[in-house]
């Protein structure tokens, strides 16, 4: 005999924090754009508030992956936003930690 599978017809509702986990990877990416492009169009030579930009690019990507971790807690949800805005935010994270390592050495 073979078994049935159960199939459920109710959807399932996407996870509380993964829109605010997708929304401030997102903001972090613009601010990260809007930085780096800041700073190519002044060679290299760009003022503090550009530096500032960037930096919090960095702290709002580390918010944003705490609060995708923090959804996974939610029970019967959907995921996918959080995997998105943690993907982001990850890429984001290795991107800025590489920069501040490069920009050490110099």
């Known amino acids: ?3 049935q599978k159960k199939v459920s017809y109710i959807r399932k509702p996407f996870a509380r924090r993964s829109f605010l986990c997708l929304g401030l990877s997102v903001g972090a990416l613009i601010l990260g754009i809007v930085g780096i492009a800041s700073s190519v169009m ?3 030579q760009a003022e ?3 530096a ?3 930096f919090c690019s960095l702290l ?3 918010v944003s992956l705490a609060y995708g971790a923090l959804s996974f807690f939610e029970r019967e949800k959907k995921y996918i936003l959080s995997k998105i805005g943690m993907s982001i935010s990850g890429v984001l994270i290795v991107l800025w930690i590489v920069f501040i390592i490069i920009g050490l050495r110099r």
Request: hydrophobic letters at 55%; one cysteine or more.
């Open 52 to 54: 500032a930009v960037c």
């Open 42 to 44: 002044t060679a290299g």
């Open 1 to 3: 005999m073979q078994q």
């Open 60 to 62: 709002i990507s580390l």
């Open 48 to 50: 503090l508030n550009v």
